[in-house]
């Protein structure tokens, strides 16, 4: 009896790989399965909940058959070779420079470190001349000390950090 509707149910939808065969067993089990459900007594007339369960059963397939596509598409690894033989992860663009980020992170980390081996002294001009940009003559005129002991001041601060950048080991 509900074969016909069966029928033109399957022709309105198309899924890739399916024959019309395979959509009317569909439809089939989908009918088999709304006689099982169906509650008498219901203001829903068999026939129209029964329709609507086949409908719903091609576009649950449908949709199944999609995912699935999808899914065998876009599964691959990221060490996976392209057609140029390069692997993905290394044509990805970023914006982002992790590894010098991390690099930067870590010269920061010991140059405050360094600048704490420092005096006081020491580290307000180094402070003044590198940071802030200001002239050593300003420096040397607001200390009220001569240009050449905030050369030197500079020079031993300057001597100071090298000594430690060269000490400095990766733990």
Do not use: H
Not at 25 to 51: C, E, H, P, S
Not at 118 to 146: C, H, M, T, V
């Amino acid at each position: 009896m509900y074969k016909p509707c069966i029928i033109k149910k399957a022709r309105q939808i198309y899924i890739n790989g399916y024959e019309l065969e395979d959509l009317i067993q569909i439809g089939a089990l989908a009918l088999i399965k709304a006689a099982k459900k169906y509650q008498l007594g219901r203001k829903v007339a068999f026939t129209t909940y029964a329709v609507t369960v086949i409908r719903n059963s091609f576009n649950e397939e449908l949709r199944k058959v999609l995912s699935k596509k999808l899914d065998e598409n876009f599964k691959c690894s990221l060490n996976s070779l392209n057609k140029d033989g390069i692997e993905f992860i290394e044509v990805l663009v970023s914006d982002e420079n992790v590894e010098a980020d991390a690099i930067s992170r870590e010269q920061i980390s010991v140059l405050a470190k360094a600048l704490e081996k420092l005096s006081e002294d020491e580290r307000e001009i180094i402070q003044w001349f590198y940071f802030e940009n200001k002239p050593l003559k300003e420096y040397a005129k607001a200390k009220g000390i001569a240009l050449n002991t905030a050369a030197k001041r500079k020079q031993r601060a300057i001597e100071k950090l090298k000594n430690y950048f060269f000490s400095y080991k990766i733990s």
